[in-house]
């Protein structure tokens, strides 16, 4: 109590000294803003102690406001003072740098060695040759299309991922695909349909369709067949897939309320204005593994023969199965399927999903691989890969994988000028990248930034190529597993194809033995349901 009557003792005078230097002020006027400060302070100190909200404002009135104040800033002084150039958060400084470098031109050279740590664990190196390849075309392309598809597409092994109009801004979605169309390679849209700002730009487009089938949809939020034939016409659309989950939040729904939704917005995922825009957690178009078999081949049809696939964060690894058994069921194969692993991006995830939700990359697209490898399709269908991915060692080791072509979101977010300030979810994103704010977004320049994001494709493809080369191929789809070492503990190092090795092919239709636990999983799957025979997962 002591310490109480204390405060408002101290306070009570500063109150009195203010009420002095007030009168002072008129025949000093130079303590006329010291006496304001003392009076804004005696008022900020005074509520301090009466509001009920903060307890450390109570304890320790205007001094307890430093701690909100560091605590607001807290990322930047990270950021720029205390992490060191390795730390993850999520990405570190010199991956952003490399980025940096090759999005403007900038040689992405490091003097005095490495400052990895190549005796720890964890540390991966690729095998090179004694003749190693010049490679001078480094505009490396594959076609997805499977036997089903009239036309397919001659798609970049590098490609930027969904990421949708709302999410990013009206200038960040024109400058991506802009640039997607000054380098000649994809640019997916994210689930939140095809806005004027992708068109715009020219560049080819993936239309990603989610649950809440924008830009497709019934007023009653269903599909539509009719409204999805007339946006997939569109020639710059060159693919369609189907968002059955994403690494960052899986099995999570969304919703943007009515108060977020501009008339651009509306326009692109064909939603009412004033009405919130709710994304299920599920399909409503089909429930089982055959049900979706007949959707994807429905869509290749209403779209004229385009490549139609879906994009998945592996979780219950019996439920991908049971899509395989349905393809083998049906003689329904998509044309593609992308991985998303879980250390995906996203402009806002709950804490518990983004952390503890979905299979990592690397594990979903071996098992992946490995799942159509035993069935017997895996000719048949192309995969990419998603998470993480902005490097060329990156993009090497998922080939390597099993993966066809890779996808980066962040990368690009980069390459347009993100700084990685992690308040996408704010609407007051720094940079114009990740905000609907007008006066925020104008600062980013669109011809500029779009330069930067051709320039960073080219310049990673390049490196891509000089890192194919130096391994003695001439072409990186033809990295292997045993292409890349890494160290398991301090002292042993393992071969790829040790950990993640290509499974035999047919080896599930054969019931082969296997070590990975694969064939029970194929036992326990059905083409009829994603619910298992037993309890298992």
């Known amino acids: 109590m002591i310490s109480r009557y204390l405060r408002y003792s101290v306070l009570m005078a500063a109150g009195a000294l203010a009420l002095a230097l007030t009168v002072a002020m008129i025949w000093w006027g130079w303590l006329f803003s010291l006496a304001l400060l003392f009076w804004l302070l005696t008022g900020l100190g005074v509520y301090d102690l009466i ?56 040689e992405a050279a490091r003097p005095f060695g490495t400052t990895q740590r190549v005796y720890e664990s964890g540390y991966q190196w690729l095998t090179h040759s004694t003749r190693p390849k010049h490679i001078t075309d480094s505009d490396f392309r594959v076609r997805i299309g499977g036997p089903d598809c009239t036309q397919p597409y001659d798609a970049s092994i590098y490609n930027i991922s969904a990421m949708s109009f709302g999410a990013l801004s009206a200038n960040a979605i024109l400058a991506l695909n802009t640039g997607a169309k000054k380098g000649g390679f994809a640019h997916d849209t994210g689930e939140g349909g095809i806005s004027r700002y992708h068109r715009t730009g020219g560049g080819d487009l993936i239309y990603e369709i989610g649950s809440g089938y924008f830009g497709c949809r019934n007023d009653d939020g269903s599909f539509s067949p009719e409204r999805f034939s007339v946006t997939a016409a569109d020639p710059q659309v060159k693919m369609i897939e189907i968002k059955l989950s994403q690494g960052a939040k899986p099995g999570h729904g969304g919703m943007l309320p009515a108060a977020k939704i501009s008339p651009e917005i509306a326009e692109a995922r064909g939603v009412p204005m004033g009405v919130d825009c709710i994304s299920p957690p599920s399909h409503s178009a089909f429930s089982t593994p055959l049900e979706m078999m007949a959707f994807i081949a429905q869509l290749r049809e209403l779209s004229g023969g385009k490549p139609v696939g879906f994009k998945l964060c592996i979780g219950h690894r019996r439920e991908f199965m049971c899509m395989v058994k349905a393809m083998l069921e049906t003689g329904i194969t998509p044309d593609f399927i992308v991985i998303d692993g879980k250390e995906g991006g996203t402009g806002a995830a709950p804490q518990e999903f983004a952390n503890h939700m979905g299979m990592p990359l690397i594990e979903g697209l071996t098992f992946a691989h490995n799942t159509l490898r035993g069935a017997g399709i895996r000719h048949k269908i192309r995969i990419g890969a998603s998470a993480k991915l902005i490097s060329a060692f990156d993009i090497a080791k998922v080939l390597a994988l099993g993966a066809d072509w890779a996808n980066s979101a962040r990368g690009f977010m980069f390459a347009v000028g993100c700084i990685q300030a992690q308040s996408c979810h704010t609407n007051r994103c720094p940079v114009g990248v990740a905000t609907q704010d007008p006066r925020r977004q104008h600062a980013l320049v669109v011809p500029d930034k779009a330069e930067r994001v051709a320039n960073f494709h080219r310049n990673t493809l390049k490196a891509l190529a000089e890192f194919t080369g130096a391994a003695g191929l001439d072409h990186p789809g033809k990295f292997m597993p045993q292409h890349f070492l890494m160290r398991e503990k301090d002292r042993n190092m393992v071969v790829g194809d040790e950990v993640y090795p290509y499974m035999p092919v047919g080896f599930l239709l054969r019931e082969d033995d296997d070590r990975f636990g694969y064939l029970s999983r194929w036992r326990r799957a059905r083409a009829e349901a994603f619910e298992p025979v037993d309890d298992g997962i």
Do not use: C, W
């Open 51 to 106: 509001q009920t909200r903060h307890s450390i404002l109570r304890n320790y009135p205007i001094m307890g406001h430093l701690r909100f104040l560091f605590e607001e800033i807290r990322p930047e002084i990270r950021q720029y003072l205390i992490e060191s150039d390795k730390d993850e958060e999520p990405f570190s400084r010199d991956e952003r740098t490399l980025v940096y470098q090759r999005a403007k031109n900038i």
